[in-house]
């Protein structure tokens, strides 16, 4: 199976001398086309700066970063800017989206800057609402929707140009039991269907819903698992007990 992300020998430090702060150091990580990766770990271990470093949103210290056959670490700004519109699908824990905007513009958005016809655009972008459950709050502003629903839009709108991988920082991070399992329900959902998902969790609960889990503690990965392939669904998870 081809590899739809990889870093090989990843850093990122800041500062100098005994300051120095190793953010992400000497990460080899390869995440599969089709395969849903979890990268779990305390706060402030380098979970996202990781991410960020994978999608071409930072520049590492040192090391390779590779999508699909494309090496980006070493490509100009405007390159990485036009992969990450194209193969890069991203989802923020703070939703980034534009308030003036209604649910269906901030999805179809993307596509329009990628230079597709709008009515491609807004036809692509209603039926990703769909998919994700928000037909009826298409015409709906970020005001109007509650934090599950804006995730939810989040996630139609890093899906509507088709991209190799969905990279998915903290996206629960804000959210209550009920919009998390809005959430992890459409992670499940995308799982199953073969979309390539990173996320980066500190939640046990969204980590328990992919296919594999990396660790990491002070900047290194620490642990590398395959998780069952009947590992429990996201709803079955909280109907557990497990509520924040």
């Not at 995440?31 to 470093?53: N, R």
């Not at 991203?90 to 989206?97: N, R, W």
């Not at 609402?129 to 502003?141: K, N, S």
């Not at 900047?219 to 392939?229: E, F, H, M, R």
């Amino acid at each position: 199976m081809s590899s739809a992300v990889r870093v090989i020998g990843l850093a990122k430090h800041y500062g100098k001398g005994e300051a120095l702060i190793r953010a992400v150091d000497d990460v080899d990580l390869e995440v599969a086309s089709g395969e849903s990766v979890v990268v779990a770990g305390p706060s402030g271990c380098g979970k996202s700066t990781l991410l960020q470093l994978m999608g071409g949103l930072d520049l590492p210290t040192s090391g390779e970063v590779w999508v699909g056959d494309r090496r980006i670490d070493r490509t100009s700004e405007r390159t990485r800017a036009r992969l990450r519109r194209d193969h890069v699908g991203f989802v923020f824990q703070d939703f980034h989206l534009m308030e003036e905007l209604t649910a269906v513009e901030n999805v179809e958005l993307p596509a329009l800057l990628a230079g597709r016809p709008s009515r491609q655009a807004r036809r692509t972008a209603t039926a990703l609402l769909d998919e994700v459950g928000l037909g009826d709050r298409e015409r709906h502003r970020p005001a109007e929707l509650s934090g599950g629903q804006k995730q939810r839009v989040a996630i139609a709108r890093a899906l509507v140009n088709s991209p190799t991988v969905l990279l998915a920082d903290e996206p629960t991070g804000n959210l209550d039991s009920a919009a998390t399992t809005e959430v992890l329900r459409l992670f499940d959902r995308l799982r199953a269907d073969g979309q390539t998902l990173v996320v980066v969790t500190h939640d046990q609960r969204t980590a328990a819903t992919a296919d594999r889990m990396v660790s990491m503690r002070d900047g290194v990965l620490v642990d590398d698992i395959a998780l069952p392939s009947s590992t429990t669904s996201a709803v079955e998870i909280l109907s557990a007990g497990g509520r924040e």
